[in-house]
């Protein structure tokens, strides 16, 4: 029914901030609600989709395997999949623990850290809880991505120039200032 | 610390001598210890941080403590052919440790190195300096046993190899397999003609007398060596020096240890001759640390050309002075590149200059220096002897003489030929008694893999150049499993100077890894391609532009067989395996992972 | 006085003096070709290979290469942009670069040639290497983000020309190797120096950082290399 492109997003293992960054593009939002409509995405609260997407945007990398999942189904409906921001472009932050053996890691976290109280020494481990993959990967390791916007997070600039130049169907016009990696 | 002192003063505290000094102490205490990097750093009034830099550059230097017997195992190609694998797993076994490890009773150390100049005797292995050709599994085992009993290595020998190499100051197992003796290396020759006829020459004489006879560089890169000769002449300075190549590391070439073993009087005449041309009154001939069993009779050999007057003072009678003495490398493939052999010469780590200036204008301790290669300076030699007339009429009329090839791989006769150039591949195949041949890797790691295709193309400076390595494999080898080898060959090589070869190897490797298991897709294909072009282009030194070959050649030359391994339609394809990777979660939580079957 | 030599650059035309490198020539007459491991008064060593360049077909480090007469040079020429974006590609895969946490961020020449570039992501995997981080009195050193472009090996040595900082090992295993003992003994301006020479954020001086605010950074808002094509 609709001819308007439609947008999905996601944050996998990262901290809301390329989210929030989004919405930093104040009040050019309401430009953006013109233009495009949103399917899946924690900015509507719509926790599945519900018909074919032209882009979605990918907030954080994969660090467990329920992000793998996501990702995956993200790349399943969505014409065009982009990775927003360090985390989904490269680990980002969390990729930190990716030189240290994941055992290590818990094993710091939940056993041996100081801050961790003697009784609660414990690795969680319920069945809820997605497992953890042995390290963090970028999201161009794990499914075909076709756009990158670096940043941490991407600047709202960058985000609404690439949103609008793949919705105009113009090439991203990048000035200097727009790529940043922190 | 009495030893490591005497030690050092013994070489002078020269820095250029930083190598044998390490050398000798870490055969004195079985590893180099920190008393001792802190006495020679010390001494020679270098940083700590610049000896151990050193020390970890070469292969055959430990700071670790290793056992009373010290293996090396080499992993060549032809080493793998050979039945490598089954002699490691034996090693392991009778050592009870693994390859980088000594044994828990502190008798045996196993280390890897990269090819040892053996590859017709392999699987072959250097254990306290001694080379032991031919190993099985049986041997291995025997071995291991006096080993246990505490024999001296030299003992375990139970047979010499042929030739000099059973000279008493050898005393080798190593094989000459001479299959083919041509006219120049192998022809007649009597020390001493060659050098006579080039003193009665000027200089430039001789230097126009090799330029007619258009001698090529035989150590790989065929530079005319009588250009090199003049410019080396030309450039003012007080020194000027003479370095004879005799690294020789390149995968699948032994040509050079067997001229040193049965013509060494010839090579050193060349470097004589080389030395009265360019002005030089020192040579260094830079023998490659595995060729350490030679050096007392090469030694030797220099001792009584100096009886006889080819070396030392006042040389034939005439008015010049030429002294060589030999220095050696510690494990570095990378120390064959001229200049990389210099700053090892020097006594420093085995990195590659920038050039400009090439060595025949800031060489050895910034002096001129022309480096050539053994057989290059044997050759020489044997123009002299017979005249450049006759070099020229041998071989074709861009490439004169003969080529001394190092034949290994799947034939009957492996070893070494003297051919004259102009060769086809077929012809040498027959030659050597190769059957049913899939490929053969010219010129070794860096040269070229070729196909059947191919074999009709001539060995010769303007077709097929080549050092003169020749790696035969048979219909029943992968071509994967021959490129894996080279390129970890690379890998561990690399110097690590520049980015392209340093960082480029490893992940042309990883892409090459993801195509063999059959995950690669088109844009893989063209991604490797163009990786490999790059790394060329942009590398440093010779060794990083000529690293992603054996990548490159064989996409050229085998392409179907990574077009097969690839999956045409897809344009994508992932490496990532969500089952691997939540292995360790699991083992850590005890939980199991059931992966949701997607729905199509 | 010494003859001009004379040379072009995508077309455009100079003059230089005899001995310079084509890095240099290419300077005076403002045209800038990036470099990462070389640095204004230190001998260059070639090993970042950021500055290759085409001349007549044969690729050439600019950094190390003397300029010749009537030499005809490729630098912004698309072929020339491909391999020097896949370099610093390859560096920023080679180590870690968690940009958002370091301290050079903003400062960092290997960022800001990655800027330049237009570069959004890394054609090559991540390798995720492991790597130390080592402390020193006075300064820390991050293999993490190191390019082995040995600017503080030549830069700092003591005053009989020992190296503190000299390379390690070999192949992807290189490192930076600090003489501990004379390490001890460097002064806070030699730290200072140290760091400010480092073109990334490998060495870092204790107990400062973070100075300047996003935004006023030295690569926030001006390319690098901009000060040499600004004075044409
Ligand atoms: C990585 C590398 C390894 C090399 N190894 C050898 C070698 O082992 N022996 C040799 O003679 N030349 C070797 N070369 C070639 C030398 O740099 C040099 O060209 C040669 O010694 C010159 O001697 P020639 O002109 O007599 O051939 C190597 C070059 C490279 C780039
Ligand atoms: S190409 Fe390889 S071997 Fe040569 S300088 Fe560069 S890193 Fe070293
Ligand atoms: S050194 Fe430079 S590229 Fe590396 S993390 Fe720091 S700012 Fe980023
Ligand atoms: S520490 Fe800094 S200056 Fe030294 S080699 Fe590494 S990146 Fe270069
Ligand atoms: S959450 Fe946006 S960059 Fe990490
Ligand atoms: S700047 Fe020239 S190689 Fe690094």
Not at chain 2, 253 to 269: G, I, N, S, Y
Not at chain 2, 385 to 401: E, K, L, P, Q, Y
Not at chain 2, 567 to 573: G, I, T
Not at chain 3, 48 to 67: D, E
């Amino acid at each position: 029914m609709s001819s308007k492109p439609v947008i999905a997003t996601a944050s996998l293992a990262g901290c809301f901030g390329c989210h929030m960054s989004f919405l930093d593009i104040d009040e050019r939002l309401l430009e953006l609600i013109e233009l495009v409509e949103f399917d899946k995405s924690p900015i509507d609260d719509l926790k599945k989709f519900t018909r074919p997407v032209d882009i979605g945007l990918i907030e954080g990398g994969c660090c467990n395997a329920e992000n793998v999942e996501v990702l995956r189904s993200f790349r399943k409906n969505c014409r065009i999949l982009i990775s927003l921001g360090e985390c989904a472009v490269m680990g980002g932050l969390p990729a930190m623990r990716n030189t240290i053996s994941l055992k290590d890691c818990l094993e710091e976290a939940y056993l041996n850290s100081p801050t961790v109280a003697p009784e609660d020494r414990v690795i969680p481990n319920d069945e809820d809880l997605p497992l953890l993959l042995d390290r963090v990967y970028p999201c161009h390791e794990v499914v075909k991505i076709d756009y990158f916007l670096p940043g941490c997070p991407p600047s709202a600039d960058l985000i609404w120039e690439a949103l609008t130049a793949l919705v105009q169907n113009r090439p991203m016009k990048l000035d200097y200032q727009l790529i940043k990696y922190d | 610390m009495d030893s490591i002192k005497k030690i050092i003063s013994r070489y002078k505290k020269d820095r250029t001598r930083l190598l044998d000094i390490l050398k000798e102490a870490q055969a004195a205490e079985g590893k180099i210890s920190d008393q001792a990097i802190e006495a020679v750093a010390a001494a020679l009034q270098i940083s700590r941080a610049e000896v151990e830099g050193v020390i970890s550059f070469y292969h055959f230097f430990s700071d670790r403590p290793t056992g009373k017997y010290v293996i090396y195992l080499n992993n060549s190609v032809t080493s793998g052919m050979a039945g490598r694998e089954k002699v490691a797993r034996a090693l392991e076994k009778e050592a009870n440790c693994r390859f980088g490890q000594t044994s828990p009773d502190g008798l045996i150390t196993l280390f890897e190195t990269s090819c040892i100049g053996m590859n017709d005797q392999e699987p072959a292995a250097i254990i306290n300096g001694v080379i032991f050709t031919s190993l099985n599994e049986e041997k291995v085992k025997k071995i291991a046993g006096q080993m246990r009993k505490n024999i001296d290595v030299q003992e375990m020998i139970e047979e010499y190899g042929d030739g000099a190499n059973r000279h008493d100051l050898v005393r080798a197992m190593v094989k000459n397999h001479i299959r083919k003796e041509g006219p120049v290396i192998f022809g007649d020759y009597q020390t001493g003609l060659g050098l006579n006829q080039a003193l009665k020459l000027a200089p430039e004489g001789v230097i126009n007398e090799i330029k007619k006879a258009n001698l090529m560089g035989r150590g790989g890169a065929g530079f005319p060596t009588g250009l090199k000769w003049e410019l080396c002449r030309k450039e003012k300075s007080s020194e000027h020096y003479v370095v004879c190549n005799a690294d020789e590391g390149e995968p699948g070439t032994f040509k050079d240890r067997v001229l040193l073993t049965e013509r060494p009087e010839m090579v050193f005449e060349g470097m004589v001759i080389a030395g009265y041309a360019v002005g030089a009154k020192l040579g260094i001939l830079y023998l490659r640390h595995e060729y350490t069993y030679l050096k007392r009779y090469l030694k030797y050999i220099l001792e009584n050309m100096r009886q006889n007057g080819f070396l030392g003072k006042k040389i034939a009678g005439q008015n010049f002075d030429f002294e060589i003495e030999i220095k050696s490398g510690a494990g570095a493939y990378v120390c064959g590149e001229e200049s990389a052999l210099i700053e090892s010469a020097e006594g420093k780590r085995g990195d590659p200059r920038d050039r400009p200036p090439f060595p025949v204008q800031n060489g050895y301790l910034g002096s001129p220096t022309t480096v050539n290669n053994v057989e290059t300076l044997a050759t020489a030699t044997q123009i002299f002897t017979h005249g450049s007339a006759w070099f020229r009429a041998m071989g074709t009329s861009v490439s004169a003489g003969t080529k001394l090839l190092s034949v290994s791989g799947d034939c009957d006769r492996p070893g070494i030929y003297e051919v004259e150039w102009g060769l086809t591949l077929k012809e040498l195949l027959s030659l050597v008694g190769a059957e049913e041949t899939l490929a053969v890797q010219v010129g070794g790691a860096s040269g070229q893999c070729l196909s059947e295709a191919g074999f009709g193309r001539k060995l010769c400076y303007s077709d097929l150049a080549t050092g003169g390595s020749v790696i035969i494999f048979n219909k029943t080898r992968d071509i994967f499993s021959i490129v894996r080898n080279f390129l970890d060959f690379f890998i561990e090589e690399s110097c690590g100077w520049c980015t392209p070869c340093r960082a480029g190897n490893v992940l042309i490797k990883n892409k090459f890894e993801k195509i063999a298991s059959g995950l690669g897709t088109a844009s893989d294909l063209a991604e490797i391609e163009a990786w490999g072009k790059l790394i060329k282009a942009t590398s440093r030194c010779g060794l990083g532009q000529t690293s992603p070959n054996p990548v490159l050649t064989t996409l050229t030359n085998f392409r179907e067989i990574y077009e097969k391994k690839i999956n045409k339609e897809a344009d994508f394809r992932s490496e990532f395996d969500l089952a691997r990777s939540v292995e360790q979660a699991c083992q850590v939580t005890g939980r199991k992972f059931e992966e949701e079957r997607e729905d199509a | 006085m010494p003859e001009k030599l004379k040379f072009s650059i995508d077309g455009r035309e100079g003059l230089a003096d005899q001995g310079m490198t084509i890095y240099e020539a290419a300077r005076v007459i403002g045209v800038y070709i990036p470099v990462l491991c070389h640095y204004e008064g230190l001998k260059p060593v070639g090993s970042c290979r950021i500055c290759s360049i085409l001349v007549n077909g044969r690729w050439l480090a600019s950094c190390t290469q003397p300029l010749s007469e009537g030499m005809v040079i490729e630098n912004n020429t698309p072929q020339v942009i491909e391999y020097r974006r896949a370099i610093i590609e390859m560096l920023l895969a080679e180590g870690n670069h968690f940009c958002p946490a370091c301290e050079k961020s903003g400062n960092c020449e290997l960022q800001a040639l990655a800027y330049r570039y237009g570069i959004m992501v890394p054609r090559f995997p991540y390798q995720f290497p492991q790597r130390q981080i080592e402390a020193y009195p006075g300064f820390l050193l991050d293999h993490n983000r190191c390019v082995q472009c040995q600017r503080c090996v030549r830069a700092i040595q003591t005053e009989d020309g020992q190296k503190i900082f000299a390379m390690k090992n070999r192949s992807k295993d290189v490192r930076v190797n600090v003489d501990r003992k004379l390490a001890a003994k460097l002064s806070p301006d030699q730290i200072q120096k140290a760091m400010d020479i480092c073109p990334v954020g490998a060495i870092l001086k204790k107990e400062v950082g973070f100075l300047r605010p996003i935004g006023q950074r030295k690569y926030d808002r001006q390319p690098i290399g901009s000060e040499i094509e600004g004075k044409k």
